[in-house]
């Protein structure tokens, strides 16, 4: 379970993020230029790159109890933010990630800033699409990339959570090339329930284990957390559903009371 | 340059620690407790589960009352 599992959660992860990342650098390149979008998201992947690189050696040199209880608490803290992002998504209470909206305010925002001045010697000639191309791959690719490390050097196996990485950008790329617009149509927040599922049960197990905890059944107690936060996200999800209609209900007969 | 290492640090807190301090104070303390009653004959196992059980709805009650 343990590389499948490491595959798709990166995988998952980085898809997620890279649709939200495509969708700025469109509204840059859409709105100003093309050549400077191109050029700062480049820049920014080159940048995610070098911190796998420099980090993923020294990550998967520490010892093995050490390196779990640390990543495990961390996977869990993170699982449970996107768990909550997640739920309180598709309970309604907090709306939809929405592309074509986020898209929209972005190419706006990116017409209407003034033209910066071309400086002569660089190659970039925006500045601002640049910038915003660069800052938003780099910020939405930096949680990716600390999974990807996390996840890999606990599975002192990086190279795969590398490959499952560069598999969900090169997809997202090479769709939003061929689209030429936000992919709206991606289930961001089922694959986004599915990461923090998958985040949150390897945090509990490895968090219990690197704090010298032994499951019962040891590795095969994965095949039970992982259902069961599932389950226990799901019933959460019906719970709020259920609590935000019957608050609804008596407001809006409330409402039409004459 | 001071205002930059607050920066930093305040990108730092906000990447690890995110919208709810209380979630993470409570998988450190949650991996505390693991680690000390490890260290004894009592099974430890089932107290990250047991936190997940319970910070998560309280965070998402916290959530929904806002």
């Known amino acids: 379970m343990g590389s499948g599992a490491l595959f798709v959660a990166v ?6 993020e890279a649709v939200e ?20 998201s480049s820049a920014a992947v080159a940048v995610l790159a070098l911190i796998v690189a420099a980090l993923g050696p020294a990550l998967t040199a520490l010892p093995l109890g050490a390196l ?27 709306a939809m990630h929405d592309e ?12 209407a800033a003034p033209p910066g001045n071309h400086v002569s010697w660089s190659t970039v000639a925006d500045w601002y699409s640049f910038t915003l191309s660069f800052k938003g ?48 149509q991606v289930p961001e927040n089922a694959m986004k329930f599915a990461v923090g599922v998958m985040l949150t049960s390897f945090g509990v197990f490895w968090g219990a284990e690197g704090a010298g905890a032994s499951w019962p059944g040891g590795d095969a ?32 007969a409330q409402a039409h009371r004459p | 340059m001071t205002a930059r290492i607050i920066a930093l640090l305040r990108f730092c807190y906000d990447f ?42 309280l965070s998402l009650w916290r959530a929904a009352r806002r």
Do not use: H, M
């Open chain 1, 21 to 40: 990342a495509l969708t700025i650098v469109l509204a840059a390149g859409a709105g100003r230029d093309w050549r400077s979008a191109i050029t700062g």
């Open chain 1, 137 to 184: 791959v780099l910020l939405e690719g930096l949680e990716v990339a600390f999974i990807a490390l996390t996840f890999g050097a606990n599975q002192r196996n990086i190279p795969l959570a590398a490959a499952a990485a560069v598999s969900a950008v090169v997809i997202v790329t090479v769709t939003g090339v061929a689209v030429r617009a936000p992919l709206a």
């Open chain 1, 11 to 16: 995988f998952l992860a980085c898809l997620v």
């Open chain 2, 16 to 57: 690890v620690v995110g919208d709810d301090w209380r979630v993470a104070l409570g998988v450190a303390t949650a991996l505390a407790l693991t680690y000390g009653i490890s260290a004894t004959s009592i099974p430890a196992w089932w107290i990250l589960p047991a936190a997940v059980a319970i910070l998560l709805p």
């Open chain 1, 68 to 94: 779990r209880l640390v990543v495990g608490g961390l996977l869990l803290i993170f699982g449970l933010q996107w768990l909550r992002k997640a739920i309180l998504r598709a309970s309604g209470l907090n």
């Open chain 1, 100 to 111: 074509v909206a986020i898209y929209r305010t972005e190419l706006a925002a990116a017409q």
């Open chain 1, 221 to 252: 107690a994965l095949l039970a957390v992982v259902p069961a936060v599932a389950l226990f996200a799901l019933a959460l999800v019906a719970a709020l559903r259920l609590i935000t209609k019957s608050l609804r209900v008596p407001a809006t």
